[in-house]
């Protein structure tokens, strides 16, 4: 299996080609989204998410290459939020009135 780096557009591109094997269809080779991230973290390659993924097999001549597209990771800044101060609201102690209480005051 071969494989080519490269970054463009701010993109990350990477073609993986498999030599084709005519005469012995028991040697079957097949390269998918995840053994490529693994090449990448075994490059330590950082990268996004995948944008555009194939699957690459040697059984047919049309799949025997392909380019995976991946967007390139941007270094994030962890920005805290501000806090906002508020004030505590202290709970005021009163008497509990009944209702009938409340009635026989107003009168």
């Known amino acids: 299996m071969k494989f080519e780096i490269e970054e463009r557009e701010g993109k990350l591109f990477v073609t993986v080609s498999v030599p084709r ?11 998918n989204l995840n053994d490529i991230t693994q090449i990448l973290k075994e490059n330590n390659i950082k990268h996004g998410k995948c944008l555009q993924s194939v699957k690459v097999t040697n059984r047919t001549p049309e799949r025997s290459s392909g380019v995976f597209i991946f967007e390139l990771s941007q270094p994030k800044l962890k920005v805290k939020p501000k806090r906002k101060r508020t004030s505590r609201t202290r709970k005021t102690t009163s008497p509990i009135i009944k209702k009938a209480e409340k009635k026989l005051d107003i009168e």
């Open 21 to 31: 094997n005519v005469k012995d269809w028991t040697d079957r080779e097949k390269v």
